[in-house]
């Protein structure tokens, strides 16, 4: 139960509140319950009167528990998944918040899918023609449902595959610049210190802290 107003509100499982920051009032019944709560700095969701809420929406439901677990794992990529995963709920909420809930083509998807196997490595155009679309309406489409430019998730993606291989611990750090999708060594090097702060090499040092 959660008030809304003067009032009490029965909040089911599955139901998304979205405010302003204000402190709010909430009764749990015996059993508990998880729940995911979000403070973003420079919202890009419309400023609300009043609280809103969605509910029974199992996509933002699918997205939420993909937070959750990426959260909680040992993934070294768990941080950059995480933020893709942020702006993507955020994107979807806003078009909920504009009464658009049409779901993402599934022409969109497979690119998406194709990103991720292909390490980042196709330009907007090559997607384009793999996805029978032109680039232009790809890319309009891509950031509505996914909240950033295809370039920009592209290196998160190749952000990504480099943390996963620099957690192996044995490839050289231009064998790991090739194979996730990088120019050389020193396009990882600049890319990685931009996207998480440190080099690939401290990170290397950080997951294996006893490797000589």
């Known amino acids: 139960m959660e008030r809304d107003g003067r009032s009490w509100r029965d909040v089911s499982s599955g139901t998304l509140r979205v405010s302003g920051a204000a402190r709010h009032d909430i009764d749990f019944s015996p059993n508990g319950a998880l729940c995911l709560v979000m403070d973003i700095d420079a919202s890009p969701l419309p400023a609300l009167q009043r609280p809103r809420f969605i509910e029974n929406d199992r996509s933002l439901g699918i997205i939420a528990r993909q937070i959750q677990q990426a959260a909680t794992t040992t993934d070294p990529a768990r941080h950059v998944v995480t933020e893709n995963l942020t702006v993507e709920l955020l994107a979807q909420v806003s078009r909920r918040l504009r009464s658009i809930k049409s779901p993402p083509p599934s022409w969109l998807g497979r690119v998406r899918e ?10 907007v155009s090559e997607l384009a023609d793999e996805a029978g679309v032109h680039r232009v309406h790809l890319a309009r489409t891509f950031r509505e449902h996914y909240g950033v430019s295809v370039s920009r998730y592209a290196r998160q993606v190749r952000v990504q595959s480099a943390l996963r291989l620099l957690s192996l611990g044995s490839l050289p750090l231009s064998r790991v610049a090739l194979e996730a999708g990088f120019a050389d060594q020193s396009h990882l090097t600049r890319t990685m210190r931009d996207a998480v702060g440190s080099t690939p090499a401290a990170i290397r040092s950080m997951l294996h802290p006893f490797k000589t």
């Open 114 to 123: 194709l990103m991720h196997d292909t390490s980042g490595s196709l330009t």
